[in-house]
């Protein structure tokens, strides 16, 4: 096939390509590192600080509460200023947020600088997510979007790792290195995204027609032009005002439906991990060891979903990952008080299964939405899916101390069947389809 007809949604994937998945794909692994280093630390900092129950949940929801603020100021900036000039601005709020977590003496500093932290978490949804999306050709887009979920499991299992070296190689105030060892990572995350371009595809939106033509011509080669950009869907042009009434307001609701159900269960146990564990009957290095090997267990079951996504498809991915750990999850609640082999097997299984609708977060959204408010529409869903994450995690001390373990995992249960129910009714199928046919309302 010659260049000149030649889509840039076939070419094969080049160093750019690589080079583009790595400095979005750092981003989900200091997020996945920032998200899940407070349950590491929590113990100890609650203990200085002197935090009863309701403010141990108040410091882990911080970061979530963050995530929701800036997913919506951070998608409509995205669509309306670029992705290029946000991409800095989540690592900048990782260093700041995090250096800052080192001198802490309340509470009330920690949930402010946690909540921080969570605005650049939130950013780096819509402005990341948007940025690898656009430039990726369409057979590798599936798996490198759901790569990005692998990359978050991968940062948040090295938190465990990284963290649970620094407390036992550290004196009592060694939850302030391990909450500000994150900062390293924002540095290094600043350095390899230097010299990011913009995405074509928006230049293209906002009518900058000769530096979208430059930007293909560097990262696709010289033989490339604006002519080998897909031609766009027919369809009315969709504005953030008429979002809900443009036809895109059910894929709007199965997106903040579906992300929610799935990581819901999972941010109230990882921000809790250790203690959940401890509920479960796995105690000392059973708790602490079991904690790294979960999550271990979700980057497999990511991987094999990735691996999946397009043989499998969309729609059939989610619903079995939904209805198999919600099953697991259920199994909690019923053997809680079962043996050390039981407990980690069923929550190996959640582990496992609940990859499919993981990975789907990112692919999804970004995939059902035309470029004008592709970020905006998944900065939306990363920021009201943060909602019931928050009040999650905050309600998971009160709910053990007062429903006890068993309880608290069958309302983790019904809330995965809410995104079973969801997947089932709503779910539609994007496979092997450009970005401008997946987002079309005409198929």
């Known amino acids: 096939m010659q260049k000149e007809n030649m889509s840039i949604e076939d070419?094969?994937?080049?160093?750019?390509?690589?080079?583009?998945?790595?400095?979005?794909?750092?981003?989900?692994?200091?997020?996945?590192?920032?998200l899940s280093i407070i349950g590491v630390a929590i113990v100890q900092f609650s203990d200085y600080l002197h935090l009863d129950s309701f403010w141990q949940g108040m410091v882990a929801a911080s970061a979530m509460l963050g995530t929701f603020f800036s997913g919506f100021l951070g998608g409509w900036l995205t669509d309306k200023i670029g992705r290029q000039r946000l991409f800095f601005v989540g690592p900048l709020l990782f260093i700041i947020g995090s250096v800052g977590s080192f001198w802490v003496e309340s509470g009330t500093a920690l949930f402010i600088l946690r909540f921080l932290v969570g605005m650049g978490v939130g950013l780096e949804y819509p402005v990341a997510g948007s940025l690898l999306a656009e430039f990726l050709p369409q057979k590798n887009r599936g798996p490198r979007l759901a790569g990005l979920t692998i990359l978050w499991f991968v940062g948040a299992a090295l938190s465990y790792i990284v963290g649970n070296f620094i407390l036992a190689h550290s004196g009592p105030d060694g939850w302030r290195m391990v909450l500000a060892?994150?900062?390293?990572?924002?540095?290094?995350?600043?350095?390899?995204?230097?010299?990011?371009?913009?995405?074509?595809?928006?230049?293209?939106?906002?009518?900058?027609?000769?530096?979208?033509?430059?930007?293909?011509?560097?990262?696709?080669?010289?033989?490339?032009?604006?002519?080998?950009?897909?031609?766009?869907?027919?369809?009315?042009?969709?504005?953030?005002?008429?979002?809900?009434?443009?036809?895109?307001?059910?894929?709007?609701?199965?997106?903040?439906?579906?992300?929610?159900?799935?990581?819901?269960?999972?941010?109230?146990?990882?921000?809790?991990?250790?203690?959940?564990?401890?509920?479960?009957?796995?105690?000392?290095?059973?708790?602490?060891?079991?904690?790294?090997?979960?999550?271990?267990?979700?980057?497999?079951?990511?991987?094999?979903?990735?691996?999946?996504?397009?043989?499998?498809?969309?729609?059939?991915?989610?619903?079995?990952?939904?209805?198999?750990?919600?099953?697991?999850?259920?199994?909690?609640?019923?053997?809680?008080?079962?043996?050390?082999?039981?407990?980690?097997?069923?929550?190996?299984?959640?582990?496992?299964?609940?990859?499919?609708?993981?990975?789907?977060?990112?692919?999804?959204?970004?995939?059902?939405?035309?470029?004008?408010?592709?970020?905006?529409?998944?900065?939306?869903?990363?920021?009201?899916?943060?909602?019931?994450?928050?009040?999650?995690?905050?309600?998971v001390p009160a709910s053990l101390a007062s429903f006890g373990i068993g309880h608290t995992m069958y309302a983790a249960a019904a809330v995965s069947f809410i995104g079973l129910v969801a997947s089932v009714l709503l779910a539609p199928e994007t496979r092997a389809m450009s970005l401008e046919e997946a987002a079309s309302l005409k198929r």
């Open 11 to 34: 070419v094969p994937l080049n160093g750019f390509h690589q080079l583009m998945t790595l400095r979005c794909g750092g981003g989900w692994i200091l997020d996945g590192y920032i």
């Open 181 to 395: 060892s994150s900062a390293v990572l924002g540095a290094l995350l600043m350095l390899v995204r230097l010299g990011t371009p913009e995405s074509p595809r928006w230049l293209m939106n906002k009518g900058r027609f000769d530096e979208a033509d430059q930007v293909i011509k560097k990262v696709y080669g010289p033989g490339f032009s604006l002519a080998n950009m897909p031609a766009q869907a027919s369809e009315q042009k969709v504005s953030l005002g008429n979002l809900l009434h443009s036809g895109y307001g059910k894929r709007m609701l199965f997106v903040i439906v579906f992300w929610t159900a799935a990581v819901v269960p999972m941010f109230a146990v990882y921000s809790f991990a250790p203690v959940v564990l401890q509920a479960l009957n796995l105690k000392g290095n059973w708790a602490s060891y079991g904690s790294v090997l979960i999550t271990l267990l979700f980057v497999v079951g990511c991987v094999i979903a990735t691996r999946l996504i397009d043989t499998m498809g969309r729609r059939p991915l989610i619903i079995h990952s939904f209805l198999w750990s919600s099953l697991a999850l259920l199994g909690l609640g019923a053997f809680s008080s079962g043996s050390e082999v039981v407990v980690l097997l069923l929550f190996g299984a959640y582990a496992l299964f609940i990859g499919g609708a993981q990975v789907l977060e990112l692919v999804y959204p970004n995939e059902l939405f035309p470029t004008e408010i592709r970020a905006f529409a998944v900065g939306v869903g990363s920021s009201m899916t943060r909602v019931g994450s928050a009040i999650g995690t905050w309600l």
